[in-house]
């Protein structure tokens, strides 16, 4: 019977581990992985280029000193550094994004459906924060200045507003190679093909005329 307990608990153990793992990014069974970008093979990341074409720039990116164009309607702008720019963050699980907002720029609602983002202020100061999952929706703000530090979990809603009259800008790490960003604004009402509209008039209790509106902006 105790042998019995035992083998069920290693089981039990084992699953829990494996879903651990496939609920991140693929683990790293050697030194390093860095990212084939012209490879046909699929996998849960990207595969490996052979370890005798690997170089330093393959583990390297330039570019983060300089500033974003903050000249769009947002007043935002994002230069990211996964692994798309850096092949040599493949299976690592981290990446990087300066972010720099205009006066009065703000960086909208969106998710990492797979990263957690802890940010820095370089510059400025910035009104953030995050809303929790349902049923109970909690929102959590902080006005950040020069040297602060913010934390967004996991895949929940969050943003960053530029409040005052200079522009700012952050520094973030992100726990995975491959965050993704969903903009809730864009998906909702910028998406292909569009959500119809009386589908998007009962989500929001509004009229069909505004969402009309709102769809005419993306």
């Known amino acids: 019977m105790a042998i019995r307990?035992?083998?069920l608990a290693a089981a039990l153990l084992a699953l829990a581990l494996s879903?651990?793992?496939m609920a991140?990014?693929?683990s790293l069974l050697q030194d390093f992985c860095v990212a084939d970008k012209l490879s046909q093979v699929r996998v849960n990341g990207l595969a490996c280029k052979d370890a005798k074409d690997i170089v330093a720039e393959n583990f390297f990116f330039s570019g983060l000193h300089m500033a974003g164009n903050t000249s769009n309607r947002q007043g935002a702008a994002v230069t990211a550094v996964n692994v798309a720019q850096i092949p040599g963050l493949n299976t690592m699980?981290?990446?990087l994004v300066r972010i720099d907002y205009a006066?009065?720029?703000l960086n909208p609602h969106h998710t990492h459906p797979r990263s957690t983002k802890i940010l820095t202020v370089l510059e400025g100061s910035?009104?953030?924060g995050f809303v929790t999952s349902n049923p109970d929706n909690k929102m959590f703000t902080k006005v950040l200045h020069k040297g602060d530090v913010f934390v967004f979990p996991k895949g929940l809603i969050h943003f960053q507003f530029n409040y005052g009259p200079t522009p700012a800008v952050v520094l973030a790490a992100?726990?995975?190679q491959n965050p993704g960003v969903i903009t809730i604004a864009n998906s909702v009402f910028g998406s292909t093909p569009s959500i119809p509209n009386a589908i998007l008039a009962k989500a929001f209790q509004v009229e069909k005329e505004t969402?009309?509106?709102m769809q005419a902006q993306f």
Do not use: K, R, T
């Open 93 to 95: 699980g981290i990446s």
């Open 174 to 176: 992100l726990s995975s």
């Open 19 to 21: 879903h651990g793992a």
């Open 103 to 105: 006066p009065y720029g």
């Open 24 to 26: 991140s990014d693929p």
């Open 211 to 213: 969402v009309d509106m």
């Open 5 to 7: 307990m035992a083998i």
């Open 126 to 128: 910035l009104y953030v």
